[in-house]
Nanobody, 119 residues
């Protein structure tokens, strides 16, 4: 059974930076697409950035140029470097792993880590 554990959240002032990390276990990390989602109070969970097994990335327009997703297959980790943070980035950030259909298409979520951007 796969497990994802996030770390690195916290409180930062506008313009500051944080780096989130997600450690995966119990899965063949190399074949999983990894993503970061976020959910602010009263809002739906939204996709922030994703990276596929070939390290191809994509992100939502609101974070382009500020957030960078990366993965280390040797360590089974995926990181989200967040720069120039804005108050509207405040949310609980979740790590997600999605396996390929030919391996059962399993989907796993972390427990979430809080990011608060406030002056």
């Amino acid at each position: 059974q796969g497990q994802l554990v996030e770390s690195g959240g916290g409180e930062v002032q506008p313009g500051g930076s944080l780096r989130l990390s997600c450690a995966a276990s119990g899965v063949d990390f190399r074949i999983y697409s990894m993503a970061w989602y976020r959910q602010a109070p009263g809002k739906e969970r939204e996709l922030v950035a994703l990276i596929n097994p070939r390290h191809v990335t994509n992100s939502v327009d609101s974070v382009k140029g500020r957030f960078t997703i990366s993965r280390d297959n040797a360590k089974s980790t995926v990181d989200l470097q967040m720069n120039n943070l804005k108050p509207e980035d405040s949310a609980v950030y979740y790590c997600q792993a999605e396996g390929p259909f030919w391996a059962g298409g399993k989907n796993y979520w972390g427990q979430g880590t809080q990011v608060t951007v406030s002056s």
